[in-house]
């Protein structure tokens, strides 16, 4: 731990605490820039955390939770305008607007940072500066990738420490490597009105203000891990996903991982965390990641995969013993909770948790139901992967794990097998790009609208998804040991508008049959969109369902869907792969 006042501060003393002039410089510009009045530099110790703990328990940034039931956990209020990611004041700063692409938000980097340097220009005076150096990924991985973080939060820093690799030894590691990512952070005066979130690709720099809420506060989240990432895979060959990463042992002792991309409400945390049904007596899940995967080809052609983070910032209202045991197992110790409510019993409490009734919502304010609910809609844990009962110490291994199969998915009432094979590595781009969910009560506007999340990655690929989607189709030159990728849909529902498949654990047997495939053990029923299973090799012993339903294929429905697919990837004009458009037009031909 090394602190010092900003008064007495020169560049001497920065060099006691690193080596690498372009870090020790870097800080001391935003030092003179943003005034703070000490300046601390984060070796990531369990005194320090304390310390730092302490310190917001005393100033009321932080309550403690009840030490009989929830042992070092503790409950964070933020600000009521600042609960959530705020995609419209979140930008992608490239020369050129069409490098972004229509994707992302855009602005010249020359006025983001002129716009960004007024806002920071003395936002840290009366505070403390804190230096967070952190690693994505297993200290020392080779597929890992080292960024600091400047923040004026001492929230931040502390969640920080649990999500990434954060203190002396990410330093060493930036010190030996000489290259970081640069994140710049200050909560402002958490005015709406002046909060913005700039990523800056071509100088690996992130420039965030106004906001001291998880993904926009917490760099080394969305905004390394993905939008700075996935443009520093592009350049270096891997690939950065909005991916979990989950093993499955069969009873034999034999491990495969498989990366899955869903965007929000379909089921990936749980998937994450998956618990067997009881026909899969001596099957095992392991949890390598929930939420963001690194994948790159190894020497032997396949392709190995990290989890860059360390913990899990989960969304509470839903997580129960029914829904994800294995979260709510996590957080019992070590965690924090925002946005909540509270027990009589100082218990943190959720919408979906238990039959216990909270006496204070996430304001503060004495629990009305009528008034509205206890826990914010988005409100969060942080809590370190370990603590999980499904957690993979391969989480930590430095090659990373290998990917047997790739799976993509969305939430669809109709038209979208239960399972679907992609032919190719190419196709299987294609299913990642048009992969949709259908519009729920949940979210404002019309139900049932379609909205195309390619690859989960809609608001986190850092550049345009042409070249993106032109990055993936690359990797069939590189391997010829390329995962398969999959399609798969848990929400299908039937004319009664129930849903058709169980869900939750019982996808454990989706999983098993493709596995399977990836290794040869079973055939496929050849289609126009893909290969579907044989109803005999997908166990649905306990189940009552109608597996034929679920795999049927309505190719009068599916033209209709091809063209809109096909409207949807000509927005990207002339950088659209011709291959996206060759396989397309394959589809429609083998539809008749």
């Not at 602190?3 to 501060?9: C, K």
């Not at 943003?34 to 990531?44: K, S, V, Y």
């Not at 700039?198 to 969305?222: C, R």
Request: hydrophobic share 35%; net charge negative; charged share 20%.
């Amino acid at each position: 731990m090394h602190s010092v006042r900003a008064g007495a501060y020169n560049s001497d003393e920065v060099l006691t605490v690193t080596s690498n002039e372009i870090l020790k410089q870097w800080v001391d510009e935003v030092r003179e820039l943003t005034q703070p009045d000490n300046i601390h530099w984060c070796c990531g110790s369990d005194e320090e955390n304390q310390q730092l703990v302490n310190g917001m328990l005393g100033n009321g940034e932080l309550i403690e939770l009840s030490k009989e039931t929830h042992p070092g956990c503790y409950l964070h209020r933020s600000d009521p305008d600042d609960v959530a990611r705020v995609e419209h004041v979140t930008f992608i700063c490239t020369p050129e607007r069409e490098d972004a692409g229509p994707n992302n938000h855009w602005m010249e980097p020359t006025e983001a940072k002129a716009k960004m340097r007024d806002l920071y220009d003395g936002c840290m005076q009366g505070r403390t500066l804190y230096v967070v150096p952190y690693c994505m990924g297993p200290i020392d991985s080779p597929l890992s990738r080292c960024g600091v973080e400047i923040t004026d939060s001492p929230y931040v820093v502390v969640n920080m420490r649990m999500m990434t690799r954060m203190g002396s030894a990410a330093l060493a590691r930036i010190e030996r490597e000489g290259t970081f990512v640069k994140g710049l952070h200050s909560i402002g005066e958490l005015d709406p009105d002046r909060r913005f979130i700039m990523h800056f690709p071509e100088d690996l720099m992130i420039q965030s203000f106004g906001s001291g809420y998880g993904g926009n506060a917490l760099l080394g989240k969305k905004c390394h891990a993905l939008r700075i990432a996935s443009f520093q895979a592009r350049s270096e060959g891997w690939l950065a996903e909005h991916m979990l990463i989950v093993g499955i042992e069969n009873p034999q002792g034999e491990t495969h991982y498989v990366a899955a991309a869903f965007p929000s409400a379909c089921g990936k945390t749980n998937l994450a965390m998956l618990i067997p049904p009881a026909e899969y007596d001596g099957w095992k899940v392991w949890t390598v990641g929930d939420d963001i995967c690194w994948m790159q080809p190894g020497e032997d052609g396949r392709l190995w995969a990290i989890n860059p983070e360390a913990g899990f910032f989960g969304v509470a209202p839903g997580t129960s013993k029914n829904t994800n045991p294995n979260a709510l197992a996590s957080l019992n110790s070590n965690a924090i909770f925002t946005n909540v409510g509270v027990t009589a019993d100082n218990q943190p409490w959720w919408e979906g948790k238990d039959e216990m009734v909270p006496v204070t919502d996430w304001r503060g304010n004495p629990y009305d139901p009528e008034v509205g609910p206890a826990a914010q809609a988005n409100s969060r844990f942080t809590v370190p992967m370990k603590q999980c009962p499904s957690y993979s110490d391969k989480a930590e291994a430095p090659r990373g794990v290998p990917i047997s199969a790739i799976m993509f998915g969305g939430r669809r009432e109709r038209l979208v097998p239960l399972v679907i094979e992609s032919k190719s590595w190419q196709h299987g781009v294609l299913l990642g790009a048009s992969m949709a969910s259908e519009t729920t009560a949940a979210a404002i506007g019309e139900v049932g609208v379609v909205r195309r999340d390619p690859m989960a990655m809609k608001p986190f690929c850092g550049y345009n998804f042409a070249d993106y989607w032109a990055h993936w189709l690359s990797f069939a030159d590189r391997s010829n040991h390329l995962p398969p990728i999959f399609h798969v849909n848990w929400f299908r529902k039937d004319e009664a508008g129930q849903f058709m498949w169980p869900g939750f654990g019982d996808n454990m047997r989706v999983i098993e049959w493709v596995i399977k495939r990836s290794k040869g053990e079973v055939d496929i029923k050849p289609t126009a969109i893909g290969g579907m299973p044989h109803s005999s090799d997908i166990n649905v012993n306990g189940l009552d369902t109608d597996l034929g339903a679920l795999l049927e294929v309505d190719r009068d429905a599916w033209s209709v869907e091809m063209e809109q697919i096909r409207e949807y990837l000509e927005q990207y004009g002339d950088r659209l792969p011709n291959q996206m458009l060759k396989e397309l037009d394959q589809v429609v031909a083998d539809l008749g």
